[in-house]
């Protein structure tokens, strides 16, 4: 049988082959319905596996990103210090400051991630603040002078 062919039928020249054992009466009969054999690549012969020097993928290269280019946010978190009070706006303050560190240790990724976080939590905090603000004031001026007033009926 020829390992070189899809036919398994064929034979090889008796040039190229070399002599074979008889086949013994157990094996059972080659069925020609059955799926063709694998084929091997066509390399040039004789192939040695380390032959050609293996060339590993060049993945693309992104482009540079300037450390200097992240924002730390540390103005809006250092203002959020005050308004948000100093449990709120404490968090993104420590992550403005982890985000300034990793950036002058040219920590890409972690100044990126640091930079995301400060900003998520500002935002959140000055969201807060805002709706706590705005609270107080429909309380101080609007609820407690209609308490005040004679509209309502006191005992």
Known sequence: MNNYTLDPH???????????????ASAPAPNPAAPPFYMPPNYPYPYYPYQYPQVPPVAPVAPAVDVSKIK??????????????????????????????????????GAKTMSTLALIFNIMVTVISVVVFIGLFIYLFVYNQQLASDYFYKY
């Open 72 to 109: 730390d946010w540390l103005a809006w978190s250092i203002i959020n210090l005050f308004v948000g009070g100093i449990l709120l706006g404490l968090i993104p303050f420590i992550f403005s400051l982890v985000c300034r560190s990793r950036k002058k240790k040219n920590n890409l990724s």
């Open 10 to 24: 064929k034979q090889e020249s008796a040039a190229t082959s070399a002599p074979t054992a008889p086949m013994p």
